[in-house]
């Protein structure tokens, strides 16, 4: 793969968000891209996104980095509030 692009998303609930993202990771989703995850840290997701040409890049980025909003927002809306948000 000539292109990567990686991104670190640094939050409480990163295994949280890892965990929402493996079963994805499983499909062989797109033959000109590829992604994984891991944990770096205890609050460290790392997304890795390889691809043959930069639309691929493009497209593939658009999916993964979708994915990890939606995960993220429904962590949000998940978690019970706190005394901050109140």
């Not at 079963?23 to 997701?45: G, Q």
């Not at 493009?58 to 999916?63: D, I, P, Q, V």
């Amino acid at each position: 793969m000539e292109h990567e692009a990686v991104f670190w998303f640094r939050c409480p609930h990163a295994e949280t968000l890892y965990r929402s993202l493996s079963p994805e990771m499983a499909e062989e989703l797109h033959p000109r891209s590829r992604a994984e995850c891991f944990m770096e840290s205890r609050d460290v997701l790392v997304l890795k996104v390889q691809a043959r040409d930069c639309a691929a890049l493009r497209a593939s980025l658009n999916m993964w980095l979708r994915l990890v909003n939606v995960a993220d927002e429904m962590q949000a809306l998940a978690s019970p509030p706190s005394k901050e948000r109140s």
